[in-house]
């Protein structure tokens, strides 16, 4: 596959005001949520349940802090740029979906890393008609990815290389989400379409 290269440039004042976005919603956040996403690592390691049920608690938090960004980005249904591109999932998330959906996926053994724009254009197998038909039980990445810019333009194929406003970190949500979907001491982290192929 050709790597994909920028045709167009941002406009440095999209970037400028979908960096103040960013910063507006950073300090909408509630002090007790960011607590919470602080102390989710120690909460998801000695709470009781299934992988599956804490994985859930882990897509819960990040649902709550979406709730509070949702102001300040371009995200909305209908818009299906994101899935159009590499989603990252892990083994434990795959099976999750599987037993959820009665589809089953491939025991990928080892992590797959696959370059920026494997999948440019690509569609998720989940997505039919430009909706997530598993929308309650998308994986992480999908709930994560949120573009601060006012249009989608900052997903599109095309800007993949661009300068872009940068992903926010949730540290908290992060190391809980990589604990938990590392088994028996093993990470498996590749592409929802290496786990559930065409
Ligand atoms: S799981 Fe759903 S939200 Fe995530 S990439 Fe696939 S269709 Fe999109």
New binding site residues.
């Given amino acids: 596959m050709q790597s994909t290269k920028p045709v167009q440039e941002l406009d440095p004042a999209d970037v400028s005001a979908a960096e103040g976005r960013r910063s507006a919603f950073l300090q909408a956040m509630p002090v007790a949520l960011l607590d919470l996403e602080d102390a989710l690592p120690g909460i998801i390691a000695t709470a009781p349940g299934s992988g599956r049920t804490k994985l859930r608690r882990i897509y819960g938090l990040m649902d709550k802090i979406s709730v509070v960004r949702r102001e300040f980005v371009a995200c909305a249904k209908g818009c299906?740029d994101?899935?159009k591109m590499n989603?990252t999932i892990s083994k434990l998330e795959a099976r999750s979906i599987s037993e959820i959906t009665g589809r089953p996926f491939a025991d990928v053994a080892d992590s797959v890393q696959h370059p920026t724009d494997a999948f440019v254009g690509v569609s998720?197998p989940?997505?039919v008609n430009d909706v997530?038909?598993?929308?309650e039980n998308?994986?992480l990445a999908?709930r994560r990815h949120a573009s601060f810019h006012s249009s989608s333009a900052w997903c599109k194929p095309e800007m993949l290389e661009t300068e872009k406003v940068p992903l926010l970190q949730f540290g908290g949500i992060d190391q809980a989400f990589i604990e938990l979907s590392t088994e028996k001491r093993k990470l498996v982290l590749a592409d929802?379409r290496d786990f559930f192929p065409a």
């Avoid at 997530?132 to 929308?135: G, Q």
């Fill in positions: 299906a994101c899935c989603v998720c989940y997505l997530c038909s598993i929308y998308r994986p999908c929802v």
